[in-house]
């Protein structure tokens, strides 16, 4: 079973900076992908980021430039790091983790509100 646990949202003024945290925990020996999804109010889902165990990252258009994944030795935390932030970035951000030869395991979402 994986766990994964948030941290780090909040409410910033446009142009202002976060950053989140996502931990992973339980039994799984590695960490394929790990990334960010976001929802904001009425709108589906949509993929933000990832980074895979190579170290390969990929960022969604509207948040390139801007925002800057991370994670720590151990590859089983990842640190988003969202500057210059807009008030359309305001929504529930989900961290997902995907390990090798399990499904992938969503956290519980914390929420990021950009407004002034």
């Known amino acids: 079973q994986v766990r994964v646990v948030e941290s780090g949202g909040g409410l910033v003024q446009p142009g202002g900076s976060l950053r989140l945290s996502c931990a992973a925990s339980g039994t799984f020996s590695n960490i394929d992908i790990m990334g960010w999804y976001r929802q904001a109010p009425g709108k589906q889902r949509e993929w933000v980021v990832s980074?895979?165990?190579?170290?390969?990252?990929n960022y969604a258009d509207s948040v390139k430039g801007r925002f800057t994944i991370s994670r720590d030795n151990a590859k089983t935390t990842v640190y988003l790091q969202m500057d210059s932030l807009k008030p359309e970035d305001t929504a529930i951000y989900y961290c997902?983790?995907?390990?090798?030869?399990?499904?992938?395991?969503w956290g519980q979402g914390t929420q990021v509100t950009v407004s002034s």
């Open positions: 997902f983790v995907h390990p090798r030869g399990i499904g992938r395991s």
């Open positions: 980074i895979l165990s190579g170290g390969y990252i």
